[in-house]
C-alpha cells in the first residue's frame, strides 16, 4: 500500500543550514538545486543517515523521526532504496549476488518481482558479470535493481547519472522512465540536471541556500526564468527555454518522424517510440529559437510556428528574451536574440511573427506519468 511522504527538517553543519519541508506523494517527486543547495543533505536525513537538530519524517502514518517526541527509527528498519551517485556495489560478488543481496533484505509485498525487475532494466546479460566489467550506465542499472528488490517504500535516488557520460545517461534515461511507469511508490529523484527532472518527474522542488524556493507541477515551476538561471548557474544564462506538455498527433514511418501537438502550435520530431495520444514533454531552448516577420521558404527547418510577440525582456547588454504566444491556443515559449536583430526587424509587442525552431532543439523524449 502506497503513502505520502511528509517530510519536516532543519539541520546545521558549520555555515550552512537546512529547513525545508514538504511532501511528496506516490510518484516522483524531483529535488533540484545548486551544488551546495542541501539536497544531498536532506535525502540523507530521510533515509536515517544523519540526524536533524529538528524534524519530523514519516511515510504515512509510520515516524521515522520525530525530535520532539524522541523517536529516531534506524536505517536499515525504514524499508528505504537508496541509489548513491556511484553504484557501489559488492566487488566480490557477481550481479546476480548483488541482486540477491537485496532479496535478503526484503520487506514483505515486493513492488516488483524480481524477474520483472531484471526485464525492466534490462540487465539479464550481466548476471554472470562482475562489477569490474560493467561499464557505469550497466553498474547503475545493478544498483537501481538492488535497490528495488529491498521492497522499499520509498525510494531516494541521489544524482544517480551524475558520474555518467552524455551518452550513458541517454542509454540508462529508458530505463528509469519504464520504472516511473511501473512503480506506485514515493521516490525522490535529486539532480541538478532540468532535463532529467522534466523527463522523470510529476513534480519539482526547487532547494536554494538550504531553503525551498519554489516547488509545484513541473512545467509551472521550470517555465519560471529566475528559476532555471538559479539551477542553470551564470555561465549558462541562455541555455534557458520553456517546458511544454504535449502529445503525440501522428507517426511518419516513412520520413522516421513524430508529430507532437499542444495548443496552438506542433512539432516535428526523431520518431518516437510512443503510441498515439503518449503524453510528452518538451523543452524548447530560447537561443535555439529564431524569429521571422514574414512567413519563411524553402527553409531546412521544418517546425516553423504562427505566433505574435507578448513581450520582450533584457536579459543581458545586447540580448533580449522575446515572449512568443501561439496565434491559436495562447501557448507561451521564450526566444533569445540579439537587440540589434530585434531593432533590424522592428520587434513590436502583439507583432505577428513566425517563430523556428529547430528540430535538435526540442528534448521530447519522455513520456509523462499516467494520472494517478
Not at 546479460?125 to 537501481?144: C, D, K, N
Not at 535497490?147 to 542509454?171: C, F, I, K, N
Not at 531593432?343 to 494520472?371: C, F, N, Q, S
Amino acid at each position: 500500500m502506497t503513502a505520502t511522504l511528509t517530510a519536516s527538517i532543519t539541520r546545521r553543519a558549520g555555515n550552512f543550514s537546512l529547513d525545508i519541508a514538504f511532501e511528496a506523494p506516490p510518484g516522483v517527486t524531483g529535488i533540484v538545486g545548486p551544488s551546495g543547495a542541501g539536497k544531498t543533505m536532506a535525502l540523507q536525513a530521510i533515509a536515517g543517515l544523519n540526524k536533524p537538530d529538528r524534524a519530523r519524517i514519516a511515510l504515512g502514518a509510520d515516524v521515522f523521526a520525530d525530535t520532539k517526541t524522541g523517536v529516531f527509527i534506524p536505517p536499515e528498519k525504514r524499508r528505504i532504496g537508496y541509489v548513491f551517485q556511484e553504484a557501489r556495489l559488492f566487488p566480490h560478488m557477481t550481479v546476480a549476488a548483488n541482486l540477491d543481496y537485496g532479496l535478503t533484505r526484503q520487506g514483505p509485498d515486493a513492488p516488483v518481482p524480481k524477474d520483472e525487475v531484471i526485464d525492466l532494466l534490462g540487465i539479464a546479460p550481466l548476471l554472470p558479470r562482475q562489477p569490474h566489467s560493467l561499464s557505469g550506465g550497466e553498474a547503475q542499472r545493478v544498483a537501481i535493481g538492488r535497490a528495488l528488490l529491498r521492497a522499499p517504500r520509498l525510494l531516494l535516488m541521489d544524482e544517480p547519472l551524475a558520474s555518467l557520460d552524455v551518452r550513458r545517461r541517454r542509454e540508462i534515461m529508458p530505463f528509469l522512465e519504464a520504472l516511473h511507469r511501473r512503480l506506485r511508490l514515493p521516490v525522490i529523484f535529486v539532480s541538478h540536471n532540468i532535463d532529467e527532472i522534466i523527463r522523470l518527474a510529476d513534480r519539482v522542488i526547487v532547494l536554494h541556500g538550504g531553503k525551498i524556493v519554489a516547488e509545484g507541477a513541473v512545467s509551472d515551476v521550470l517555465n519560471r526564468v529566475d528559476v532555471q538561471r538559479l539551477v542553470l548557474g551564470e555561465a549558462e544564462d541562455d541555455s534557458f527555454g520553456t517546458v511544454l506538455e504535449a502529445h503525440v498527433a501522428a507517426h511518419d514511418d516513412d520520413e522516421h518522424l513524430s508529430e507532437l501537438a499542444c495548443p496552438g502550435a506542433a512539432f516535428f520530431v526523431a520518431r518516437l517510440p510512443f503510441a498515439i495520444g503518449a503524453a510528452v514533454r518538451l523543452r524548447l531552448r530560447a537561443r535555439d529559437i529564431s524569429i521571422a516577420t514574414e512567413r519563411p521558404r524553402s527553409l531546412s527547418i521544418q517546425n516553423v510556428i504562427e505566433a505574435e510577440i507578448a513581450g520582450m525582456t533584457e536579459t543581458s547588454p545586447g540580448q533580449l528574451d522575446v515572449t512568443l504566444r501561439t496565434r491559436d491556443g495562447g501557448t507561451l515559449f521564450h526566444a533569445l536574440i540579439t537587440q540589434r536583430a530585434a531593432r533590424r526587424l522592428g520587434l513590436a509587442e502583439d507583432m505577428p511573427v513566425w517563430a523556428l525552431v529547430k528540430a535538435v532543439a526540442i528534448a521530447g523524449g519522455g513520456t509523462l506519468p499516467p494520472p494517478n
